[in-house]
């Protein structure tokens, strides 16, 4: 038996509006370019230029106020689900997808095309060429080939009927090995360093380095460098010199992802000057672009007052101009709205931070997080963090983004909060000025920075360190 019950439920719903804007927040300058341009092929009633007249959306509140008295077109009609459906066709058009798009990258060539054009100027018949194009599609983003020969040799004899031997594949390994980057196509990173030795000068230095690699990459690479010595009896300044030359060598010849061959560019969103310590804040001009109604979709309701025939079809057209008047005044607005969002977004931050921007010292800056920026400005917390995760500010020491004003806090003696972007910096300073014979720990900077007056754990200076990307005090040896 079925049941019926009467529930009363209170829920929260985003206006088409709220989501335009959401969704214009949170990308950057460049993609906001591209947003604007598909919005003015999508919609004829938007335009661009600055507007001439305070009146520009005269005529449109004229005819709303005119044609809800006309009994045969009730602007009510088209208000509600057909205008909302009719808006989001234009403006979402698949939810998602606008969010998903990437930044706009320069076109270069590929790693695999450099090879490929490289390949091509070796005089190999037909069964080497295939078997170099099938090295070439195996070797990974960092230049290295990891798949074992038998793998290639059975891979040729199934996918193009090629039968070969690991002594073939492995010849015309080593002619690809001579491509550019110098490096390219070693099985294993002794393979990588030894490649671009062998296209030094042959000196004895040069020529020591490869007796290293060779014979003692074990020890090389766990710094024992007084097994080293005694191995090849040479010099400590001997030995110096092989090291200085193989750390000099490039570890990942293809580059991090150079398959893709992808430059990212970043276009700051704010501009910040300091003339005589006042601090003046302007949006990239690229923010602010002049859009405005187009006057002729305004006049068609004009039209529609004067004409006789109101008939179906002329209610439908009027029904489609209304919409996308709408959706320009909506796409409008959201646009200005992001402006103001991100202006009083990057003045809070430039006043809990003004110390930082007088004289970009990383130790002036202040503990910040998102809550303190949301309150300073009246905002949700998700809002702020919209703004802050893709957009950057260009300042006279150099570009950065808004993601690095944001840091936890230290304490300190002084009953203060330091922030964790300044420790950082205090560590960084203590390794680079630290002797590198005999390297500090961990236990030890922890104590120096006690010592300062910053109340830190040993694991907290082990987390910081390993953020940035600095190895632990044995492998920091050096003679």
């Known amino acids: ?254 580059g991090a992802g150079a398959g893709m061959a992808r430059i990212q560019y970043i276009i700051p969103d704010f501009i910040l000057t300091n003339n005589n310590g006042e601090l003046e804040l302007s949006l990239n001009s690229r923010n602010a672009p002049d859009l405005r109604i187009s006057r002729s979709y305004s006049e068609m309701f004009d039209a529609y007052d004067k004409s006789d025939k109101k008939d179906k079809k002329l209610k439908e057209t009027v029904t489609f101009v209304k919409q996308k008047l709408d959706a320009a005044k909506w796409f409008i607005d959201a646009i200005r709205q992001r402006q103001n969002t991100l202006l009083r977004t990057m003045e809070a931050i430039i006043k809990y931070q003004h110390d930082f921007f007088l004289e970009g010292d990383e130790s002036e800056l202040r503990p910040m997080i998102l809550k303190d920026i949301a309150e300073e400005i009246g905002m949700d917390i998700s809002t702020v963090s919209r703004v802050a995760n893709s957009k950057a500010v260009q300042t006279e020491f150099g570009i950065y983004p808004l993601k690095y004003f944001f840091s936890e806090g230290i304490a300190t003696d002084s009953g203060e909060d330091a922030s964790s972007r300044e420790v950082k910096h205090i560590l960084k300073e203590i390794i680079e000025n630290e002797s590198k014979r005999k390297p500090l720990s961990d236990e030890k900077i922890e104590k120096m920075l006690n010592d300062k007056g910053y109340n830190i754990a040993r694991r907290t200076v082990a987390k910081y360190r390993e953020q940035l990307n600095i190895p632990v005090a044995r492998l920091r040896k050096e003679l």
């Open 1 to 254: 038996m079925q049941r019926l019950d009467l529930r009363q439920l209170l829920s929260q719903k985003l206006s088409p509006q709220q989501i335009q804007f959401i969704k214009l927040l949170q990308i950057p300058t460049a993609e906001l370019e591209m947003r604007i341009k598909e919005e003015l092929e999508i919609n004829p009633a938007l335009e661009e230029g600055r507007e001439e007249t305070a009146d520009e959306y005269s005529d449109t509140d004229e005819y709303e106020e005119e044609y809800s008295k006309d009994d045969d077109l009730d602007i009510d009609d088209y208000l509600h689900d057909d205008e909302i459906s009719g808006y989001k066709m234009q403006g979402d058009r698949g939810g998602d997808d606008e969010e998903d798009r990437e930044m706009p990258i320069a076109m270069t060539s590929t790693l695999t095309d450099s090879l490929m054009d490289q390949l091509g100027f070796l005089d190999l018949d037909d069964k080497q060429y295939s078997i170099g194009m099938q090295l070439i599609g195996s070797i990974d983003s960092d230049g290295y080939i990891r798949r074992e020969l038998s793998s290639i040799a059975n891979d040729l004899a199934f996918s193009q009927n090629i039968e070969t031997s690991e002594e073939e594949i492995e010849q015309v390994l080593h002619l690809i090995q001579t491509f550019d980057p110098a490096g390219i196509g070693a099985r294993d990173l002794p393979e990588c360093l030894l490649l671009q030795l062998e296209r030094r000068e042959q000196d004895e230095i040069t020529l020591l380095a490869e007796r290293i690699i060779r014979d003692m990459f074990d020890e090389f690479t766990k710094k024992h460098y007084s097994k080293i010595q005694s191995k090849f009896n040479i010099s400590e300044d001997e030995l110096k010199k092989a090291v200085d030359v193989i750390i000099k060598l490039n570890p990942k010849p293809g």
